[in-house]
């Protein structure tokens, strides 16, 4: 990336040195016309000359443009990529009201990082350069016009920064009604069925209208602003070129100066200035940038707490035992954490995980599959640490099946095979009888191919959860974690669900979070939790109060 950007200025500054050279051939070509009375003969070398530097001159500014481009693109990508992996090891568990802003830090903040790295930081450069070096050029012919030149320039980069300075406070406000927009649009998206049954829709609707009208004249503001920058320095570089022109205009008529001379340093003129003018357009690019990477870089410095402390050694590959010692794990006071939990589930059987909303089931469940690591205490797989382990092979012998299972849109096939590298046609037909699914994909008229769409749409919701256990048993998983299988199936799909989480705790250790009584009845163990404590570990009959 930064030889793309040295790239980029150097072909910037190239483009400035063929403008001295332009200017001085056309001087050249107006001295020997007008001066010398040389007809156009005699100077068309020079004119083409001329003509050729406009084409390198076009061809360095493409140059320069392309590896500015380039280069932002490859940090775009790097950024990108980045926030993603960074995002997947800190925020396994989630925060509530995190989706929205994050997506906006990814796609917006990323692009307006792109704006910084293109435009600013190229032009800052050449704003340093490019002046500098046609002062040189302009001094040996007309020093009082470097005087101008070199006392006005100041003054485009100083309002620059004191106009910049309240237009940044106006865009980073605007960035973050821009971030609350993003998180109340997504939540209103996922939220519409119920805002329509509820006849809220329409008012919603007015509710995103009148934010965004709120947002445009945050932006008009912003752009007032710009405008008013862009003006300032303009002023004070038309002022500037006059005030040169005027100084040799008077030298030309005393005779002191040559017109060859004056016409060269009244050319540069304006190409002095403009790199200047251009570092002030690109400002806005600057506070864009600035404002992302505020967001943006907490989340890339935030240290690691899991890839980077994960161990080496492998897990065995024999049903484990999961062990917890003061197990404690908090999300900042809110609800759902747990506290000084100690228990062991033991290798191999069914362990029901009950307990009421907030309780800390799922947090629990997402410490023992390694998505969270606890703040305290000890969680450990057959005797090791589970920090110890080597994360990519114990995940190999995870499996995650959520209240609501991730399905992608394409065939059940390429469902299936999700969780595994490759399968035959006999382990898919196998997993889907254990299942009691295969009896439907085989009656549909293209079977495995049969593509769903969005959500697994095409198929029941317990056939669906049938689909995802199908697609555990394929896995071959050992730690096997469950979250309400049964929740709002009718009784024969409960049923079903449940024959087949029996058939797979043959031979695993299955962890099941449910409410139901009769998924609870068929499990070897019952763990309540209440408040992110355990209340006890005893048996399905004791729990359910039913005598043997």
């Known amino acids: 990336m930064q030889s ?105 903040g990323v692009e307006g990082l792109e704006a910084y790295l293109a435009r600013f930081l190229p032009q800052m450069a050449l704003a340093g350069l490019l002046p500098l070096a046609m002062l040189l050029v302009v001094l040996p012919s007309e020093w009082r016009s470097s005087l101008v030149l070199l006392f006005s320039a100041p003054f485009i980069p100083l309002l620059m920064i004191l106009i910049g300075k309240g237009s940044e406070t106006l865009n980073r406000r605007q960035w973050e009604r821009l971030s609350r927009m993003a998180g109340h649009l997504l939540d209103l998206v996922q939220g519409l069925p119920d805002l329509k049954i509820f006849g809220r829709a329409k008012r919603e609707a ?45 030298r030309l008529l005393d005779g002191s100066l040559t017109l060859l001379d004056g016409l060269f340093v009244l050319l540069l003129a304006p190409e002095f200035y403009l790199p200047l003018r251009n570092l002030g357009l690109a400002y806005h690019s600057r506070m864009n940038g600035l404002a992302a990477a505020e967001r943006i870089i907490p989340l890339v410095e935030q240290p690691l707490t ?88 114990w995940r190999k012998q995870l499996a995650w099946v959520a209240q609501q299972p991730f399905f992608i849109a394409a065939s059940i096939r390429e469902n299936l095979l999700l969780g595994v590298d490759d399968a035959d046609q006999a382990a898919l037909r196998n997993a889907l009888e254990q299942a009691a699914l295969w009896p439907v994909i085989a009656h549909m008229p293209a079977g495995l191919e049969t593509v769903l769409g969005d959500r697994g749409a095409g198929l029941s919701g317990g056939e669906l959860r049938r689909l995802a256990l199908a697609r555990v048993l394929l896995r071959d998983a050992r730690l096997v974690v469950l979250d309400e299988p049964t929740a709002g199936l009718d009784a024969e799909n409960e049923r079903l669900v449940l024959d087949t989480v029996e058939r797979l705790a043959k031979g695993r250790t299955v962890l099941m979070i449910s409410h139901r009584e009769a998924a609870i009845a068929r499990s070897c163990r019952v763990v309540e939790l209440a408040d992110g404590r355990l209340q006890r570990m005893v048996t399905p009959q004791q729990y359910l109060g039913v005598t043997p």
Not at 46 to 74: D, F, I, K, Q
Not at 349 to 365: P, Y
Request: proline fraction near 3%; charged fraction near 15%.
């Open 4 to 108: 793309r950007l040295l790239t980029a200025v150097l072909w910037g500054l190239a483009g400035g040195l063929l403008i001295i050279l332009q200017a001085r051939l056309l001087a050249t070509v107006c001295q020997r016309v007008v001066i010398d009375g040389q007809g156009l003969a005699a100077v068309q070398s020079l004119l083409a000359w001329v003509a050729l530097l406009v084409l390198l001159r076009g061809l360095a500014s493409y140059l320069g443009e392309h590896a500015a481009v380039r280069a932002a693109a490859e940090v775009r990508q790097q950024v990108r990529s980045r926030l993603y992996l960074r995002m997947l090891q800190l925020k396994p568990t989630g925060q509530a009201g995190e989706v929205g802003p994050l997506t906006e830090v990814v796609t917006a």
């Open 206 to 250: 007015e509710l995103v209208a009148l934010v965004s009208d709120q947002y445009r004249r945050g932006t008009m503001a912003v752009l007032r602003v710009a405008f008013l920058s862009a003006f300032t320095l303009e002023f004070f570089a038309t002022v500037g070129t006059a005030v040169v022109a005027v100084l040799i205009g008077f």
């Open 306 to 393: 899991e890839l980077e402390q994960a161990g080496s050694e492998q897990p065995s590959n024999q049903t484990p035992e999961i062990r917890c010692e003061s197990v404690t794990f908090r999300y900042g006071g809110q609800r759902g954490g747990v506290q000084d939990i100690s228990l062991t589930i033991p290798a191999g059987g069914l362990t029901a995980l009950v307990g009421a909303s907030g309780s800390g089931k799922t947090t629990l469940a997402r410490l023992l599959l390694g998505l969270a690591q606890p703040e305290s205490g000890t969680i450990s797989v057959d005797g090791v640490d589970m920090s110890a382990l080597d994360q990519a092979a």
